[in-house]
């Protein structure tokens, strides 16, 4: 069989095979990760259709080609073939992927897979080494495991919007699909720990929910109820752990500053030309400093009132104390940093979209590189045929496989 090339940046992943039946985002995020450490994914899709994500984004045009802007985000570096699962021929051929493949991932509800004769104990059968993993809102058990679940309302069940904005306005949900992302991020970093850890005879089951994935990452706050019993509260763009930490009003805009140990707290009170803050017995230690958090945001920025966000920027970061400006997603696309660092990929004019595309990487370098695709994100059923003939079917049974609605 024969698998495309890896270039010549190190691909840890280079040989292991995917197959991506995910939509949407936590799967496609989860698998878009993986390709770009050099897996070959194939992306299976409905046949007509495909990914929902093919219709979602602000570019009406790309939705009706389906070649969504929110499918161009999540699918570089992947093929896609289109198989009829609910066909008996569909079923076969997907049987054949498996059987040559490393790692098979969904995002269904609960259930679906088994339903369609292809769930993991069916697959084990074709190949006892693959890797199969599931993620879903609420995990495959537990009596929420039949519910849908979209990213706002994990961020609700979570506590994350309990905790998100000010006392005045929480709940808030985080501006971006976060339960998602997080979801599909745990769900890559398992299923790359287990291909560290398989045998030529023995593969896994991995269960990621998104519910538990993102309360994970809510570590510090957790464990401050589990261990000190303190209850979350929502605290706006304050740091709950130090003062003054947290977004600060400049002469031009806003900007974050993290003084979260005792000389960066002085430093800040030289820079901002206020030394007398130091001594000052309302603010002198840090516990004081969180009692009274109003009155040393008060004093700081009625000195910041002076000068622009850019330049306190570069007088506190001077000054060994962490700061930044707020920035809007277009001016951080645009920052120097991330232009250096080469985040953003391109591709020329890919087929089915007639236009240079940008895209975000996962920002990883490895030996001093940026993590890459090979190939832009795939029109629906794109690789069909080749994928096809990779497993060893003629010319002629594709097209009877086709004919008969199986592909």
């Known amino acids: 069989m024969t698998r495309p090339k890896a270039n010549e940046v190190n691909r840890p992943l280079s040989g292991v095979r995917i197959l991506d039946l995910t939509n949407v985002l936590a799967g496609p995020f989860c698998c878009h990760q993986l390709a770009h450490m050099g897996a070959d994914v194939i992306k299976v899709e409905v046949p007509g259709s495909g990914d929902l994500a093919r219709q979602l984004g602000a570019d009406p045009e790309l939705n009706k080609e389906l070649m969504g802007v929110s499918f161009l985000a999540q699918n570089t570096g992947k093929r896609s073939i289109t198989i009829n699962m609910k066909s008996d021929k569909g079923k076969e051929v997907f049987k054949r992927l498996v059987r040559d493949a490393d790692v098979v991932v969904e995002n269904f509800r609960p259930g679906v897979m088994d339903r369609l004769g292809v769930g993991y104990e069916v697959l084990k059968e074709e190949n006892p080494a693959m890797i199969y993993c599931a993620i879903s809102g609420f995990g495959q058990d537990g009596p929420l495991r039949d519910l849908p679940a979209y990213d706002q309302i994990i961020q609700g069940m979570s506590g994350v919007m309990s905790i998100t904005g000010t006392a005045e306005v929480s709940p808030l949900r985080v501006g971006y699909p976060m339960a998602d992302t997080i979801g599909g991020m745990t769900a890559a970093f398992a299923i790359s720990s287990a291909l560290a850890n398989r045998t030529e005879s023995q593969g896994c089951m991995i269960d990621v929910s998104m519910l ?109 104390v962490p700061a930044g400006r707020v920035l809007s997603v277009e001016e951080a696309l645009g920052h120097p940093q991330i232009a250096d660092r080469g985040m953003i990929g391109e591709f020329e004019a890919p087929p089915g979209v007639g236009r240079d595309i940008s895209y975000a990487r996962p920002g990883i370098k490895i030996d001093g590189s940026p993590s890459t695709t090979d190939c832009p994100p795939p029109e629906l059923g794109q690789h069909t045929d080749d994928v096809l003939q990779e497993l060893g079917y003629s010319a002629h049974e594709i097209e009877e496989l086709r004919l008969g609605n199986a592909i």
């Open 212 to 320: 538990e994935a993102v309360m994970a990452t809510m570590g510090w706050v957790v464990s401050n109820y589990l261990i000190a019993g303190k209850v979350p509260a929502p605290m706006g763009n304050d740091n709950f752990t130090a003062s003054p930490s947290g977004t600060f009003k400049t002469g031009d805009g806003l900007i974050n500053i993290a003084a979260n140990k005792q000389e960066q707290f002085e430093a800040v009170c030289q820079v901002i030309g206020k030394p007398e803050l130091i001594e000052d017995p309302t603010f002198c230690d840090r516990h004081v400093r969180l009692a009274n958090r109003p009155a040393l945001t008060t004093h700081i920025e009625e000195a910041m009132a002076a000068k622009p966000a850019a330049e306190w920027e570069r007088l506190f970061n001077a000054a060994n």
